[in-house]
């Protein structure tokens, strides 16, 4: 019996890996001269978590992310990167569709930029293995860096 519980949560349950591409949006720029969406014209990232739950649909565990918002070409300047690092919750609505929530942190990962809150609520359905979701993502520090977008990741 205790076998039959452990599975059942496992195939659920575990490392997942995946990639996510956004449309940059958030605050202005330090000067106040263009919004986040003038200047930077996509985020691509890469996604590690694992989740473990006791059953019910709801699971919980973490996620590292390596994030790039690619600065416009018309400016000059650096892409920003960010190494997120973030606690996740994950509930099922039905056996396939379920939302997800995460809070941490994200750090600056090259540069003289800074870290600040990362936060990013998503919607998704899964399809055995593979899992497909829409989000909204914000660091937030002296001025907020937000993108919305789409990932997909594979559950193990």
Not at 23 to 38: A, K, T
Request: hydrophobic share 35%.
């Amino acid at each position: 019996m205790l076998t039959s519980g452990f599975c059942t949560t496992n195939a659920q349950s575990g490392f997942n890996v995946g990639v996510h591409g956004a449309i940059p949006g958030g605050d202005s720029d330090l000067n106040g001269n263009f919004g986040i969406s003038d200047l930077y014209t996509l985020n691509l990232g890469l996604d590690v978590g694992y989740l473990t739950g006791e059953g019910d649909g709801l699971r919980y565990g973490g996620t590292v992310s390596y994030s790039r918002f690619l600065l416009d070409s018309d400016f000059e300047g650096d892409d920003l990167s960010y190494i997120e690092l973030k606690a996740t919750g994950e509930y099922d609505f039905t056996e396939q569709f379920y939302g997800s929530a995460s809070l941490g942190y994200a750090l600056a990962a090259e540069g003289d930029q800074d870290g600040g809150l990362v936060w990013m609520p998503a919607i998704g359905v899964k399809f055995d293995m593979l899992k497909v979701y829409g989000y909204y993502k914000s660091i937030s520090d002296d001025f907020t860096i937000a993108s919305y977008g789409v990932g997909v990741s594979y559950r193990f």
